[in-house]
């Protein structure tokens, strides 16, 4: 009779070792815009930020100029490409950068699926004077993934 009922229980624990389907993958690009002198955070004034063949990202209805006061810019990069160019519209002028990075499709489990990770963020161009990758995986903890010293 105990051994009918491990025979009976044995399902339920093993779906205890069934992953759970926390996915971490994101198409998110954070980025940090700082002081040259120092390194703190800066105030930046953006009109729109365009990424190229997709409509506006980041902008302000009637070309109003938004306030970034210390906080970051969330930029979503194309999922079906391995690079996105991001052109910034600026008061007095335009800045552009491009960046690259691997798309990999991962197996979660039968249950979950599978999710788009994007890994190895670089810098292909910019015209930005100064840039720094600190993060290369686009993830949902939305660190940053970019720094722009201005």
């Not at 930029?75 to 960046?99: R, W």
């Not at 290369?136 to 201005?150: A, D, G, P, S, W």
Request: glycine letters at 4%.
């Amino acid at each position: 009779m105990k051994k009918a009922l491990w025979l009976l229980l044995l399902p339920l624990f093993s779906c205890l070792d069934q992953p759970d389907c926390l996915r971490t993958a994101d198409t998110a690009l954070v980025v940090s815009f700082r002081k040259l002198e120092g390194g703190a955070r800066d105030t930046v004034v953006l009109y729109q930020v365009i990424a190229l063949g997709a409509d506006s990202i980041f902008y302000s209805p009637g070309n109003i100029p938004d306030t970034l006061r210390g906080v970051n810019a969330l930029l979503a990069v194309d999922p079906f490409s391995t690079e996105t160019s991001f052109t910034f519209y600026f008061h007095e002028n335009v800045k552009e950068l491009q960046v690259g990075y691997n798309r990999e499709m991962r197996f979660i489990s039968d249950e979950c699926g599978s999710e788009l990770f994007l890994s190895s963020l670089q810098i292909l161009n910019t015209t930005f004077d100064s840039v720094r990758v600190v993060n290369r995986q686009l993830t949902k903890t939305r660190t940053v993934n970019i720094e722009i010293f201005n």
